[in-house]
């Protein structure tokens, strides 16, 4: 039995050991990425099942008896995945301890008791469960999954015990305080189911779960193999086994890539721009416009040119023409002439031959003019205003329907403002009522 024990421990221990080695592996069907901090993207609850031996003592020593018998243990839990390296755990345990021989460890061969059977009702513990698979900046999804737990809890169980002289003897039921340690392995076997290897020493706040007491506080060990089943959304990864690290890593890998990929994009556009900007700048027939707002290209070399890139017009040599006294007295006459209907901007046909000579002068030399119409102050100022200059646009109309150019002749009105002689007399009304004419 001895050797049986030794050999399950060791099979137990080994597997913790490998675990190391092994961690380094992916299961690449479930390496999708996962935003890194995206809230709901993992499933973080999990239930557990599992079964195996339990046993008076710890693999590094026996306690109270030499002969300790495997018994059965099983148990179950739901955890909550907090961090991908760390969970809390609530656990139910319960099973069997016993041992029959009377030899006590460390005591006399006669010793007090040949055997005990305690029957551990049930345990109930919570425990932190460390992960340490995710720290390997390699991995994507983890296939192994090393872990350690540690809690406190409460058990419940019941001792009966033999002595050496054959009497039984049938305890109460006992709660006490226990601290269970752990470690294991869990291995992922498909998405959100794992098996789950594991050791577990339990630490009794007492020293009676065997029936006999020395001094020492009892502890027992349970060596297990289990089921871990992930709840929630299958399509979710369970965090437990996701490496968070590395899609960090993947997450500034594929953001590198894309702003590499857009700032290559914008180098291209820039090149384009900058080649269509150098184009714009050509000026093929050099005379100094860029072929995009030449309006006329092929300009043979040393041709002046307008802003749009056309040949500027021949200047012709400015000739200057003098007004003669003759001219004075052509437009003397015509403004001594000049004659409209009363309160009206009709020019009468008295006038109409002086006017036609200012026209032939106008023509011959070229001469610019000005007309100014006036009033006198009988009436309103708007209404004069508006009369002075419809007499002196009749006056410019009745020029440009005898070849003058209009552009030459400027007509103004001032209305009763300028008056060169008193409007209290009708003579000086008169004088007032006129249109200048000034030649230049």
């Known amino acids: 039995m001895k050797k049986t024990n030794i050999f399950r421990s060791g099979a137990v221990l080994t597997a913790i050991l490998l675990s190391g080695g092994l961690m380094a592996q992916d299961q690449q069907s479930g390496s999708d990425y996962v935003k890194p901090f ?7 609850w999990s239930v557990g099942v599992h079964g195996g031996a339990m046993y008076l003592g710890s693999f590094f020593g026996q306690d109270d008896y030499k002969g300790r ?16 390296s760390f969970g809390l755990q609530a656990n139910y345990f319960r099973g069997k301890l016993s041992a029959n021989t009377s030899h006590l ?39 192994i999954q090393p872990y350690a737990t540690a809690g406190a809890g409460m058990a419940e169980y019941r001792p009966t015990y033999t002595s050496t002289a054959g009497a039984t003897t049938v305890s109460h039921n006992i709660p006490e305080l226990i601290i269970p340690i752990g470690a294991g392995v869990k291995f992922r076997v498909v ?6 290897l ?32 992930a709840l929630g959304d299958k399509r979710k990864p369970q965090l437990a086994s996701h490496n968070i690290v590395s899609d960090i890593e993947r997450d ?57 890139g056309c040949p500027l017009p021949e200047r012709k040599p400015d000739v200057k023409v003098y007004i003669t006294e003759e001219d004075k007295k052509v437009v003397a006459e015509a403004i001594k002439n000049l004659e409209f209907d009363f309160g009206k901007a009709t020019i009468r046909e008295s006038s109409f031959s002086s006017l036609s000579r200012v026209a032939d002068l106008l023509k011959s030399k070229n001469f610019s003019l000005k007309l100014a119409g006036h009033t ?10 508006k009369l002075s200059k419809s007499r002196a646009e009749a ?27 008193s409007n209290k007399t009708e003579t000086g009304r008169q004088q007032n009522r006129r249109v200048e004419f000034t030649l230049f």
Request: charged fraction near 25%.
């Open 69 to 84: 018998k495997t018994e059965l243990g099983y148990g179950a839990y739901v955890k909550k995945q907090i961090l991908p």
């Open 105 to 143: 460890n460390g005591q006399d061969q006669a010793g007090p008791n040949a055997s005990f059977s305690t029957d551990l009702h049930w345990a109930a513990t919570i425990s932190g469960n460390f992960t340490f698979a995710n720290i390997n900046f390699r991995q994507r999804e983890n296939v």
């Open 395 to 421: 006056v410019k109309m009745f020029l440009v329907s005898r070849g003058a150019n209009a552009s030459r002749i400027e007509a103004t009105g001032y209305g009763e403002d300028q008056p060169i002689a």
């Open 38 to 44: 995206e809230p709901g993207a993992f499933r973080t």
């Open 191 to 196: 998405d959100g189911v794992n098996l789950d």
């Open 252 to 308: 500034y890998s594929g953001r590198y890539d894309q702003l590499k990929s857009e700032l290559d994009e914008q180098k291209e556009k820039n090149k384009q721009l900058e080649d269509k900007f150098n184009q714009t700048l050509v000026d093929t027939d050099k005379d100094g416009v860029v072929d995009l707002f030449d309006k006329c290209p092929g300009t043979p070399a040393g041709t002046a040119v307008d802003g749009s």
């Open 376 to 385: 006198d102050d009988v009436g309103s100022a708007s209404s004069n205003l």
């Open 198 to 229: 594991g050791y577990t020493v339990t630490f009794v706040n007492s020293d009676n779960i065997d029936g006999y007491t020395r001094g020492v506080n009892d502890k027992y060990s349970y060596a297990h193999a289990g089921l871990e089943f």
